[in-house]
């Protein structure tokens, strides 16, 4: 079954859709900035994930458990640990925001200089880049390029 977002919402809420079987693609409206913790966690039928431009945050563990395909566009802020599975297909869309891996926030004072600031994140902030592991991450890809593959493979 596809899930349809209601037109207007502007997050998912943490543990919103939490082990749900029946979810097989969502529907998420223009409007959503962020999906919450664990809010698609062991939804195990999950297969497409498209997420819209204007996305800027996906909680820890949102997608974890599911065998997504998943489109991060580049309005992406800020993507917490675990936040896909290790079994998911990630494709993180070309431009200005791009990032290689996943973030973890730390304090600028508390580490020293040689950590990347990250401009997105503010001059108080740090990102200390890590992968996760198991995903196929695919870096500065296009909108069509996640369709073709979907076609190819799903």
Same mark, same amino acid.
């Given at each position: %079954?596809?899930?349809?977002?209601?037109?207007?919402?502007?997050?998912?809420?943490?543990?919103?859709? &939490?082990? +749900?079987?029946?979810?097989?693609?969502?529907?998420?409206?223009?409007?959503?900035?962020?999906?919450?913790?664990?809010?698609?966690?062991?939804?195990?039928?999950?297969?497409?994930?498209?997420?819209? &431009?204007?996305?800027?945050?996906?909680?820890?563990?949102?997608?974890?458990?599911?065998?997504?395909?998943?489109? #991060?566009?580049?309005?992406?802020? &800020?993507?917490?640990?675990?936040?896909?599975?290790? +079994?998911? #297909? #990630?494709?993180?869309?070309?431009?200005?925001?791009?990032?290689?891996?996943?973030?973890?926030? &730390?304090? #600028?004072?508390?580490?020293?200089?040689?950590?990347?600031?990250?401009?997105? %994140?503010?001059?108080?902030?740090?990102?200390?880049?890590?992968?996760?592991?198991?995903? $196929?991450?695919?870096?500065?890809? $296009?909108?069509?390029?996640?369709?073709?593959?979907?076609?190819?493979?799903?």
């Amino acid at each position: %079954m596809e899930l349809v977002i209601e037109e207007g919402a502007t997050k998912i809420k943490d543990f919103e859709y &939490r082990d +749900n079987k029946d979810i097989t693609s969502i529907k998420f409206p223009s409007t959503i900035k962020r999906i919450g913790l664990s809010s698609f966690l062991n939804c195990k039928n999950l297969k497409k994930v498209d997420l819209p &431009r204007g996305i800027e945050y996906i909680g820890v563990c949102s997608f974890g458990g599911c065998p997504a395909v998943i489109f #991060v566009p580049n309005t992406i802020q &800020r993507i917490d640990d675990s936040a896909f599975s290790s +079994n998911s #297909v #990630v494709f993180f869309e070309c431009g200005e925001n791009d990032f290689i891996g996943y973030h973890k926030i &730390r304090d #600028v004072s508390d580490y020293p200089d040689s950590y990347y600031r990250g401009s997105s %994140m503010g001059g108080d902030t740090i990102e200390e880049f890590y992968y996760q592991e198991g995903c $196929t991450l695919f870096f500065n890809k $296009t909108h069509e390029d996640f369709l073709n593959y979907l076609k190819e493979h799903l």
